[in-house]
């Protein structure tokens, strides 16, 4: 398994930005596709994006797609979610996820993940 820690989490106005960052040891990382999935007060967990293990585009949900951006940096072990214009309907824990089998198939099922970070609160403001 890969160890994943995130960061980067915090209070924001709506409207504003944050990027949340996530640190991977262990396993080579880079073979992996990697995950953020968030989740709301009551609500289930939910996919937000991922992306391959070579980079280039990410897959996202509808309801981050041209707000957020996933990029990953392998040869630091990091992978990154870009949030902009942000909502209050964006707050949430975040969590990144690696997928251990998959490493071109961006998968949205959070069974297909089996490495999680602790998680990032990410709370926005209205």
């Known amino acids: 398994q890969v160890q994943l820690v995130e960061s980067g989490g915090g209070l924001v106005q709506a409207g504003g930005s944050l990027t949340l960052s996530c640190a991977a040891s262990g396993r080579t990382f880079s073979f992996y596709v990697m995950g953020w999935f968030r989740q709301a007060p009551g609500k289930e967990r939910e996919f937000v994006g991922g992306?391959?293990?070579?980079?280039?585009?990410?897959y996202y949900a509808d309801s981050v797609k041209g707000r957020f951006t996933i990029y990953r940096d392998n040869a630091k072990n990091m992978m990154y979610l870009q949030m902009r214009s942000l909502k209050p309907e964006d707050t949430a824990v975040y969590y990144c996820?690696?997928?251990?089998?998959?490493?071109?198939?961006?998968?949205?099922?959070?069974?297909?993940?089996?490495?999680w970070g602790q998680g990032t609160q990410v709370t926005v403001s209205s």
């Open positions: 992306i391959r293990w070579s980079g280039g585009s990410a």
């Open positions: 996820a690696a997928d251990g089998v998959s490493r071109a198939v961006v998968r949205t099922s959070e069974r297909s993940y089996d490495s």
